[in-house]
C-alpha cells in the first residue's frame, strides 16, 4: 500500500491531502485515483505535474514497493 500525498491545488481540489491507496505501479495508482475523481485524474495528468516517489523525481512509470511515499506536485510558479 502506498502514501499517497497531494499538494497545493491538488490537495485543494481532492478535499484530502494524504491517503493510503493499493497499487504496485505508479501507472495503477494513476487509474485507481481517476476513476474515484475524473476531474483530479485529468488534473494529475496535467501539464507541470511531477511525481516524487520515496522524494525522487520520476518521469513515466515506476514501481511501487511497499510504504512506497508518492507525491504529487502541482506546477510552481514564482519569480
Known amino acids: 500500500m502506498a502514501r499517497v500525498l497531494l499538494f497545493g491545488r491538488l490537495a ?6 494524504d491517503r493510503r491507496i493499493e497499487a ?3 501507472s ?7 476513476a ?8 494529475l495528468a496535467g501539464p507541470g505535474v511531477q511525481v ?4 525522487v523525481l520520476v518521469r513515466g512509470e515506476a514501481a511501487l ?7 504529487f506536485l502541482p506546477p510552481m510558479s514564482g519569480g
Not at 36 to 43: R, T
Not at 65 to 71: D, P, R
Open 28 to 34: 495503477t495508482l494513476r487509474a485507481v485515483l481517476s
Open 12 to 17: 485543494d481540489q481532492a478535499g484530502w491531502r
Open 65 to 71: 514497493t511497499t510504504g512506497a511515499e508518492v507525491a
Open 36 to 43: 474515484a475523481d475524473p476531474d483530479l485524474g485529468a488534473a
Open 24 to 26: 504496485g505501479d505508479l
Open 52 to 55: 516524487a516517489v520515496d522524494k
